[in-house]
């Protein structure tokens, strides 16, 4: 290939790809709801946890609750753990705007009241979660 | 290159250019969507305040907006809302530090639109609109009124008796100067303090019933404060409609260019989302506090006196609000348990609310100079400059990243910011001291 032709399709493919980037970025602001649908379950060294919004699909800039499920990795729903939950923007470097509070509501469910996602972005959701002297945490990734 | 390989990338640019078509005035499928958010036409309708069972009450309305306007309420008899909250200036005063009494420590918001916000006060101290009006009522350098000074008025006057009972029904009689103590109110100074403690338990709720009243009727007038189309909805409204050509009389190429570095690079609309350009949140910008700007020559002595008190904001307006006896879940508001939850789930933590303050709408931004909550930025170009260096937070940490706009593109933001202004759609007769007939 001529070294001219190298320069034009290297061009050509930089606008490509500068332009799928752009029209990501726009989609992602395209609405006020989330953006992809995002992965509920994750398994983590001791437990699989699933989240389901009790409001969908998830809101932006609206207070609402999850139910937060956890089984044991064979199985068996995890009773009279003890969850806290944090979280936010990393690229922000800001937290969630509001203080989220879980109580459990038994077969291994726990309510999570008060969650906020404020703005357009990519949030975290952290759960830790403590049975016995079991320790181990989980992480949602949301993007609006 | 071969064919196929030339074939190949034509058949990209042209998915390419496809996926993005510029279908209207250079504006993609994503861009267009996202601008219709922003237009005033998907404005929601105003929610319902469950705090206040008068927010919606028209004769609440028009007593609130004759409370707005009176100077009566004020210690010196010359301040009303109105003289922080001026019409002509979009309900802001132009001062970086607002005037009533004394000088206040911030610049007054503006208050179009504001019923929309969950939180109130820069540092969002009170949780509804009602329970925000009552606080420059008491305050010593606001209006230095206080409860029972206002119960007074609205009891003795014949036009506001009036008003008044016909909408929160028959007023006590507090005739009684031995009972209703004059001045009594717990303003933390120590004659009115023990004036009101003197009164009985009963009687203290007599008097601050009409005072929250009061509230909720101001409240209400404020909810008519409704900001209407401005020429950059106009612009979007017709490119929804594709009507280009209608479309561009509204907006001028560099707008347009600022409107897309807004939405865009400059990332903007992160917090200035939606018709009213605010996700109503608290973030630290970093914006620099006067106490934190010390003399250049110090003498030690000097130093170790000079403890500058920096501005906590939502830090400290949280616990405010959490203890104030006019939040929603206190005994004056007429909300369940339920309606409060962003009282109840507010985040608390210093580390994420130091320093942090209300996102403003950017309706009318240009009629609202100074600008931030100190009122420290003289004019657009400093607050856009201040996003593009992101100086280190006085206090807390700040939630910026720089924006990186060349000198040309701050210049277009800002000129798209022009095209934010409009006039209200309240109906005139609420937008000057009312005339009331009896």
């Not at chain 1, 207070?63 to 939950?85: C, F, M, Y």
């Not at chain 1, 459990?104 to 959701?125: P, Q, R, T």
């Not at chain 2, 338990?201 to 929250?212: H, L, W």
Request: aromatic share 10%.
């Amino acid at each position: 290939m001529k070294f001219k032709n190298k320069i034009k399709y290297g061009l050509i493919n930089i606008l490509f790809i500068s332009e799928m980037f752009y029209s990501g970025l726009c989609f992602s602001l395209n609405n006020n709801a989330v953006k992809d649908e995002p992965v509920t379950t994750q398994q983590t060294a001791h437990f699989l946890v699933t989240y389901q919004s009790r409001t969908q699909p998830l809101p932006l800039n609206q207070i609402h609750n999850w139910v937060l499920h956890v089984d044991t990795l064979d199985g068996n729903a995890v009773e009279k753990a003890r969850i806290s939950v944090y979280g936010g923007m990393p690229a922000h470097k800001h937290g969630l705007p509001t203080q989220p509070a879980v109580s459990e509501l038994g077969n291994g469910d726990y309510l999570v009241e008060g969650i906020k996602f404020s703005m357009h972005g990519g949030w975290e959701m952290w759960f830790n979660i403590r049975q016995g002297n079991i320790t181990d945490k989980v992480k949602f990734e949301i993007n609006f | 290159m071969k064919l196929t390989i030339k074939l190949i990338y034509f058949v990209i640019m042209i998915i390419s250019f496809s996926v993005e078509a510029t279908e209207n005035a250079g504006w993609s499928k994503g861009e267009l969507a996202l601008l219709r958010l922003q237009s005033i036409s998907n404005l929601p309708v105003l929610p319902a305040d469950p705090t206040n069972k008068y927010a919606d009450n028209p004769d609440a309305a028009k007593l609130g907006q004759k409370l707005f306007f009176d100077t009566r309420f004020s210690s010196n008899g010359k301040v009303a809302c109105v003289s922080c909250h001026q019409v002509k200036k979009a309900f802001t005063d132009g001062l970086a530090k607002s005037k009533g009494i004394a000088q206040t420590s911030r610049t007054a918001p503006t208050v179009i639109g504001v019923a929309y916000s969950p939180w109130f006060f820069w540092d969002g101290r009170s949780d509804s609109l009602w329970s925000q009006a009552l606080a420059p009522l008491e305050s010593g350098v606001e209006h230095g009124a206080n409860r029972s000074q206002i119960a007074k008025i609205i009891y003795n006057d014949s036009k506001y008796r009036k008003m008044y009972e016909e909408v929160f029904g028959a007023l006590p009689d507090i005739s009684d100067k031995k009972r209703f103590i004059e001045n009594a109110a717990p303003l933390g100074i120590r004659k009115s303090d023990d004036d009101w403690y003197a009164m009985t338990a009963v009687d203290r709720k007599i008097i601050t019933r009409i005072y929250v009243n009061i509230g909720k009727a101001i409240a209400a007038y404020e909810r008519l404060l409704i900001p209407g189309p401005a020429r950059f909805d106009k612009y979007v409204d017709a490119l929804s409609k594709n009507e280009i050509k209608q479309a561009s009389t509204f907006l001028s190429a560099d707008e347009i260019a600022g409107l897309k570095l807004f939405n865009g690079k400059a990332m903007c609309v992160t917090c200035h989302q939606g018709p009213l350009f605010t996700h109503h949140g608290f973030h630290n910008t970093g914006v620099p506090d006067p106490a934190s700007i010390r003399p250049k020559i110090t003498l030690k002595f000097m130093a170790k006196k000079a403890k500058p008190s920096l501005d906590e904001g939502r830090f400290k307006g949280i616990l405010i609000a959490l203890k104030s006896e006019f939040n929603c879940l206190g005994e004056y508001s007429d909300a369940k348990n339920e309606d409060c939850a962003e009282l109840k789930f507010a985040n608390k933590k210093r580390d994420e609310t130091l320093g942090a303050f209300k996102v403003p709408t950017l309706r009318n931004i240009t009629q609202t100079a100074p600008y931030m909550h100190a009122g420290n930025l003289k004019n657009l170009a400093e607050v856009l400059q201040h996003y593009n260096l992101v100086p280190r937070a006085p206090i807390g940490h700040t939630d910026l990243l720089p924006i990186k706009l060349s000198d040309k593109e701050l210049k277009q933001v800002e000129k798209f910011l022009h095209s934010l202004s409009s006039p209200l759609v309240t109906a005139p007769e609420f937008l000057l001291a009312p005339v009331v007939k009896l």
